[in-house]
């Protein structure tokens, strides 16, 4: 029998790329709590050819605590969660969409919790770019 592979789950995507974040802190001194980390979540074809893309996007933020005069200790390590789908079609009018949660978590949180989380917003995103990609007739773009 051949072996067919399938998307890997979204939700243990996003949860492993948080705990390679928290790694990569602890393991450098140099490395920092900022940056943005997409993870595929979807690609659709337009009718005329062109890509749609849907991503899970972790947007890492530092904000500051009220009240503390330690610059270490006095910052919040914050995972701000959302999805975009985009389309790639050449000449498309209404290429971007964007959806993001109000909240935030903090980095030392469950990262499965914090996964799960993203899911509705990346639905959102899949749900638009599946009807976008019905309508659309922006056609491939060829690098020309």
């Known amino acids: ?22 790694k990569s802190l602890a393991n450098s001194k140099y490395a920092t709590h900022s940056g943005i980390n ?38 919040e390590r914050r995972i701000e969660v959302g999805a975009r789908a985009t389309c790639h079609g050449h ?18 949180a469950d990262a499965d919790v914090t996964a799960e ?3 509705p917003y990346v639905q959102a995103a899949r749900e638009w770019a599946q009807a976008h990609a019905e309508k659309c007739r922006a056609q491939a773009y060829t690098d020309r």
Do not use: N
């Not at 399938?6 to 928290?22: G, M, Q, S």
């Open 1 to 22: 029998m051949s072996y067919i592979p399938t998307a890997p789950d979204l939700k243990t995507e996003v949860a492993d790329t948080i705990r390679r974040h928290r």
């Open 38 to 75: 997409r993870e595929e979540a979807g690609r659709f074809t337009a009718v005329g050819g062109a890509l749609v893309t849907v991503q899970a996007v972790l947007a890492y933020v530092s904000k500051a605590v009220w009240g503390s005069a330690d610059p270490v200790d006095g910052y």
């Open 91 to 108: 000449g498309c009018t209404d290429s971007d969409f964007r959806r993001d949660d109000t909240g935030y978590f903090l980095l030392d």
């Open 117 to 119: 989380a993203v899911l």
